[in-house]
């Protein structure tokens, strides 16, 4: 009878030097802070206080200058004069150590790939091996039979003393198409990304370092343009995310759409889609140089803009996906009817969430047929 077996339980030691147990807690808050050094700073004097994180030995005074050695922060925290001069900042390098964390924390720890070439579902006439064998059909070519397999087959089939090779025992290898991807990533920075007590940008600029360092790492022959709208809409430079704030904004959908489609338009990648990451409803326009606002209910002439440049990007084959972090019934039906209009896809999800169905589509939308 198959039973358990128990034994003593030993708890794993941790090695991490006093460096790297403060380092991790300060890159976090950095990301929270939207990278203000000199608050990540006093938050984390605040926890040292608290929960006794540094003893004599190894204070935070010695944390900061270590970080300063390796090149990660600049300048001494709280030694600025208010108005940005001689303040603390991150370096570059600080920047790319937040997204790869990001990566890591969101899509778990990924190893670097091959190429990083998109593969879509299609066989045949493909660029690279899939390392699977099919039998040989009229119409394959001929340069992907596998000799190897085919002559095997036929000894298998007709002997080795009356050795013949028929079609019927010759095998192709099995090739698939690459490309290469566009995505536009457009982030909702409205202000009720932080609305009721709930900060919902930090997961949003999470995920959005995690995906810009998982094609940089994996698909670096991809796009990836990110764009935030609030009562306008407008790109950033990827090393600018970690300093990503809300702002006193309603949400002009339409504006974000209408910037991502001409950013897609230029592109020359076969395979072009939109992510949009959004926490409410569209509430804005603009109208020539005056806006045009509704924050009660869903407005018809809002909505209906949206719904036509949703149906024009399923014209120019760009599917939108929404990943939706807001519950209210209403909106979810905006939600609904907008991704019919496009043919695309939609998800409902907790910010705990988020990242994995953000991962799992972009993995999805990468294979798609090229033929």
Same mark, same amino acid.
């Given at each position: ?45 605040? +926890?040292?206080? &608290?929960?006794?994180? =540094? ?9 900061? $200058?270590?970080? /300063?050695? #390796? ?34 924390q969101v899509f778990g720890k990924l190893k670097k790939g091959g190429k990083g070439d998109h593969k879509s579902k299609s066989s045949g006439k493909g660029d690279e091996s899939t390392s699977e064998r099919k039998a040989f059909e009229f119409g394959d070519p001929f340069e992907h039979i596998s000799m190897t397999d085919s002559i095997r087959n036929a000894q298998i089939n007709n002997g080795i003393d009356d050795f013949q090779l028929t079609e019927q025992d010759l095998e ?22 932080? +609305?009721?007590? &709930?900060?919902?940008? =930090? ?9 810009? $360092?998982?094609? /940089?790492? #994996? ?153």
């Amino acid at each position: 009878m198959q039973g358990h077996k128990f034994s003593k339980y030993f708890a794993e030691k941790d090695n991490k030097t006093p460096f790297e147990k403060l380092f991790d807690l300060f890159m976090e808050l950095l990301t929270y802070t939207s990278g203000d050094v000199d608050e990540s700073v006093d938050w984390l004097r605040q +926890l040292d206080q &608290e929960h006794k994180l =540094t003893d004599e030995d190894y204070t935070i005074d010695d944390f900061l $200058e270590d970080l /300063r050695k #390796k090149g990660i922060i600049e300048g001494e925290p709280g030694k600025g004069n208010g108005k940005g001069k001689g303040k603390a900042k991150m370096t570059s390098k600080a920047e790319q150590i937040i997204r790869k964390r990001s990566l890591d924390q969101v899509f778990g720890k990924l190893k670097k790939g091959g190429k990083g070439d998109h593969k879509s579902k299609s066989s045949g006439k493909g660029d690279e091996s899939t390392s699977e064998r099919k039998a040989f059909e009229f119409g394959d070519p001929f340069e992907h039979i596998s000799m190897t397999d085919s002559i095997r087959n036929a000894q298998i089939n007709n002997g080795i003393d009356d050795f013949q090779l028929t079609e019927q025992d010759l095998e192709v290898e099995e090739y698939e198409h690459k490309s290469s991807s566009s995505t536009v990533l457009m982030i909702d920075i409205s202000h009720s990304m932080i +609305l009721y007590g &709930e900060d919902r940008i =930090t997961p949003a600029k999470k995920v959005a370092m995690a995906l810009a $360092e998982l094609i /940089r790492m #994996k698909y670096p022959k991809d796009t990836l343009d990110v764009i935030v709208f609030g009562n306008d809409a407008w790109p950033i430079k990827i090393k600018d995310l970690p300093y990503l704030t809300v702002g006193p904004y309603h949400t002009n959908t339409v504006a974000g759409l209408e910037l991502a489609m001409d950013i897609l338009r230029r592109k020359k990648t076969p395979n072009k889609q939109i992510f949009m990451i959004t926490d409410g409803k569209p509430s804005c326009l603009k109208e020539g140089n005056e806006y045009y606002k509704n924050s009660f209910g869903l407005d018809p002439k809002i909505v209906g803009k949206c719904h036509n440049l949703a149906r024009q990007c399923r014209k120019a084959k760009i599917p939108i996906t929404t990943f939706m972090i807001a519950q209210d019934p209403y909106l979810q039906k905006f939600v609904e009817d907008f991704t019919e209009a496009n043919q695309g896809k939609a998800f409902y999800t907790s910010l705990q969430g988020l990242g994995n169905f953000v991962f799992e589509d972009y993995e999805k939308n990468r294979r798609r047929n090229l033929r």
